[in-house]
């Protein structure tokens, strides 16, 4: 068995923050694979057959079908009912308390956590065997998931802490979204989003942003202001040589087809794509609602470098 560390970036935030866009751009490069969010796997991949960033059914993919002879010898040869199951046990926000007071200790060892934990470290070196990618790009966001990871015996974790405006990430949740063709994402209140975020991004800080842990701080604002030169300090942050990779210019980029395995509908975008912010929030969000969210998150703002009144465009 090979025995070398698998490198896995972690994206690691709150939902619509850039995440999607930025996996398939960083799927681009030479020695990485763009997963998008592994941990949705199980439920969108095996269970419900839903279509790959490539454009394929999951089961049809001629990237995943590989991976799952490699890592159980075949699609059959795991319950993803069973992982859905392990995963919500396990991984979920509501176990973060436990995470954070035990941070160095990792997950406590149970039946049900060897059995998870067994077949992610299955999954994640098949990834690495097929593919020959020296980086796995897992945008599955949830510390709580990125917490169980990190105790694989073969991933070295590289934690991305992608932060957005809670603004902006509120608004976005408020509007229709497709997650496929057809498919679209439940919308959630700007309370419910708020807390979400409120609570992730301090214990995204407090678990890595210290000294042994790999994790490098980046705003969704500045990533599409620079992103060219923001996917190179990730590459640096990986211990990757920079590379050009897909950019046209500073603010362009040619895009292939990853294999994204959920996630928003952008893990299917291709062709040239311009980088720009999504700064509709700040014209169309309701007076009251960015009131709301700019209370609750008031001390977090400026500890994150955001603005309290936000600048008219």
């Excluded at 590289?158 to 497709?178: A, F, N, Q």
Aim: with cysteine; hydrophobic share 35%; aromatic share 12%.
């Amino acid at each position: 068995m090979n025995d070398r560390k698998i490198k896995v970036l972690y994206i690691a935030g709150s939902g619509r923050s850039g995440s999607t866009i930025l996996n398939v751009i960083l799927g681009q490069l030479d020695g990485f694979f763009g997963g998008s969010e592994i941990k949705g796997i199980w439920d969108c991949g095996v269970q419900e057959n839903r279509v790959c960033g490539c454009g394929d059914r999951f089961h049809e993919c001629k990237t995943w079908k590989p991976i799952f002879q490699e890592a159980f010898g075949g699609m059959t040869g795991v319950d993803p009912a069973r992982m859905v199951y392990l995963r919500e046990r396990l991984a979920q926000t509501k176990f973060l308390p436990p995470m954070l007071l035990h941070r160095d200790r990792g997950p406590r060892q149970t039946p049900k956590t060897r059995e998870f934990l067994g077949n992610l470290d299955k999954l994640y070196r098949a990834i690495q065997t097929v593919t020959g990618c020296r980086v796995i790009v897992d945008a599955s966001k949830w510390p709580s998931y990125a917490y169980m990871v990190e105790s694989l015996p073969s991933v070295e974790l590289y934690v991305l802490h992608l932060i957005r405006d809670p603004r902006g990430v509120s608004h976005s949740w408020t509007r229709k979204k497709e997650s496929a063709p057809g498919r679209l994402f439940p919308q959630h209140s700007p309370i419910r989003t708020t807390i979400y975020w409120n609570v992730w991004h301090p214990s995204i800080t407090y678990l890595w942003d210290r000294r042994g842990k790999k994790h490098l701080f980046m705003r969704y604002e500045d990533f599409v202001a620079h992103p060219q030169k923001s996917v190179a300090e990730i590459m640096r942050f990986v211990n990757e040589k920079p590379h050009p990779g897909p950019f046209v210019d500073e603010h362009t980029v040619e895009l292939e087809k990853t294999h994204g395995v959920a996630g928003n509908k952008t893990r299917f975008i291709s062709g040239t794509v311009k980088i720009k912010q999504d700064d509709e929030w700040k014209r169309k969000f309701p007076l009251h609602y960015k009131f709301l969210v700019t209370a609750m998150t008031f001390p977090l703002l400026r500890r994150y470098g955001y603005n309290i009144f936000e600048k008219p465009v």
